[in-house]
């Protein structure tokens, strides 16, 4: 890890440079759920990473700026660090591509390389964006609650339960308090999170409590939601479960995560008000 750029002052680079890109095994943070390594996961899913400061030169010099979406495999072995990320894409500021395209396929193999599995990417027109517009999260709004909170109390699994006098149900629940802090540098990553499930009622109080005790916790983006989506596959059981978070941006890059066990429709990818 000491290899990592989280936390460092680094130059920020002014030529092409692939090696700037660190992977993280994704391995290390999932061991702690007890998923063994090369073990079959309990989820599928993607991380959906955004980036707003995509600039390059065209055949002829001429500066062109982009914004980009690059989607992850959540089976790949590797994530990648975020500042080495951000320093990568940067390296791209005085590059030379013929064409769109070309730009396209230069970072599908240097993110596919050490992600350790094909990445996909596109490249969007700022004016495209713009007119999708904003969309909140939609579901029940578990932040309504008037609740007593101990947020030192981290995020305790015993907190999540369901209704067993209920039948079945298929539910959306939203909170917009998720907190979490890097590992690296501790500075704060601020979220909204839906959690889509089909059985027993969740309890939402103790759901929410569960949410806002990782306002001290560090951990990457994506290993969160896959802890939130494990302790809530363990204590409540549902018959299908999707989790999926939207973080706020942090160096002109954000990483949405989303984790699910069927066939769930995976996300559209549309920017929340905090992004």
């Not at 660090?81 to 320093?87: A, I, Q, T």
């Not at 791209?92 to 599908?108: G, K, V, W």
């Not at 969160?224 to 363990?234: A, H, N």
């Not at 204590?235 to 699910?260: H, M, W």
């Amino acid at each position: 890890m000491n290899s990592l750029q989280l936390g460092k002052s680094t130059p920020y680079p002014d030529q092409y440079d692939p090696n700037l890109l660190f992977p993280i095994q994704r391995s290390v943070n999932r061991a702690k759920l007890g998923i063994k390594e090369h073990a079959p996961l309990p989820f599928m899913g993607i991380d959906i990473w955004n980036a707003y400061e995509l600039s390059w030169l065209n055949a002829k010099g001429k500066p062109q700026i982009a914004l980009a979406e690059f989607q992850i495999p959540a089976d790949s072995p590797n994530m990648i660090e975020s500042k080495s990320f951000k320093l990568y894409l940067n390296s791209l500021n005085n590059s030379r591509f013929e064409n769109e395209d070309e730009l396209r396929q230069r970072l599908i193999a240097d993110l596919s390389k050490v992600a350790g599995s094909q990445i996909t990417t596109r490249i969007n027109p700022t004016d495209a964006i713009a007119k999708q517009g904003m969309e909140e999260m939609g579901g029940v709004l578990l932040d309504r609650l008037d609740i007593e909170v101990d947020c030192a109390a981290g995020a305790d699994p015993s907190l999540l339960g369901v209704n067993e006098s209920f039948s079945p149900v298929e539910q959306c629940l939203v909170s917009h308090l998720l907190k979490s802090n890097c590992p690296v540098t501790g500075q704060p990553d601020w979220a909204s999170v839906q959690i889509r499930y089909q059985g027993r009622p969740i309890l939402e109080e103790g759901l929410l409590r569960y949410l806002i005790g990782f306002r001290q916790l560090g951990e990457f983006h994506e290993h969160c939601v896959e802890t939130i989506f494990c302790d809530i596959k363990q204590q409540c059981k549902p018959e299908k479960l999707s989790v999926y978070a939207r973080y706020t941006r942090r160096g002109g890059l954000d990483i949405n995560p989303f984790r699910t066990d069927y066939n769930a429709v995976w996300p559209d990818n549309t920017r929340h008000a905090r992004q």
